[in-house]
């Protein structure tokens, strides 16, 4: 493991932080993460397999937060957090035989599509820890956290707030929302980092203080969400997913 200079680790862990708190929140925190590690000059894959490892560190501190506040639906998580992992567990090794950038052109019109959804609609439900979900809804939820897990492994960008999204749909308030998409993200970046490791593809010289500037970043974030609630995480969450569709759009037509 090569040993790095005061300097960058403290730009590491600097954005690693900064990263972390808005991903504990409403996901997106790759968009400063990844392009961090790319800076370093690491291999693509290397950048993919370091920041998942600082990201599942800065994932478990935002899922402990939310767990111990008792924001998360526990019920809900037993069946949806190993869909999550398995569903990425897949994904990475797709990620491996296939380039994803195909997917971008639909990843912006998703984005799109929820940005303008999320604006439009005002009455989302209250938050609640548990709420009464539909079998249709249910159903559709295990669907699609599998392929939400599956697209983190493969590919990655809003996968926090793809999966913010899901919860609010199945009926969630912003802040229970966000609390179970941690969860579930968490097993997404968990699985996926573990992946990634036992092929060597992780620079622990990098990820390590960055995980650690994510540890802080996600406790105050989660913290920050549970005390102002909707009234922050939805405005955050909006502008968030505005900025990943431009940094999308920047990407598809480069």
């Not at 897949?90 to 998703?110: E, I």
């Not at 926090?160 to 999204?165: A, K, P």
Request: with cysteine.
């Amino acid at each position: 493991m090569e040993t790095l200079d005061f300097a960058t680790m403290a730009v590491m862990a600097g954005m690693g932080f900064v990263a972390a708190f808005i991903d504990s929140v409403v996901g997106g925190g790759g968009l400063i993460s990844v392009p961090t590690l790319m800076w370093a000059g690491l291999p693509m894959l290397n950048v993919l397999g370091t920041n998942k490892i600082a990201s599942c560190m800065g994932a478990c501190a935002g899922f402990v937060t939310y767990w111990r506040s008792g924001t998360v639906d526990k019920r809900i998580m037993r069946v949806m957090f190993p869909l999550s992992f398995i569903g990425s567990a897949f994904g990475v090794f797709v990620v491996r035989q296939v380039p994803p950038d195909f997917l971008r052109p639909l990843v912006v019109v998703m984005l799109i599509v929820i940005a303008i959804y999320s604006v439009a609609k005002k009455n989302w439900s209250a938050d609640k820890k548990s709420v009464r979900v539909s079998h249709k809804n249910y159903l559709l939820g295990i669907v699609l956290i599998f392929g939400l897990g599956f697209y983190d492994g493969f590919f990655g960008p809003g996968t926090g707030s793809f999966m913010l999204f899901l919860y609010l749909m199945m009926g969630y308030g912003f802040l229970t929302a966000a609390a179970n998409a941690r969860a579930a993200n968490f097993a997404s970046n968990l699985a996926a980092a573990s992946i990634f490791a036992g092929f060597g593809l992780v620079n622990y010289s990098y990820s390590i203080p960055m995980g650690l500037g994510m540890i802080l970043g996600a406790a105050c974030g989660a913290r920050m969400a549970i005390t102002k609630g909707a009234a922050y995480v939805r405005p955050l969450f909006i502008g968030m997913t505005i900025v990943l569709i431009g940094k999308q759009l920047i990407e598809l037509f480069k």
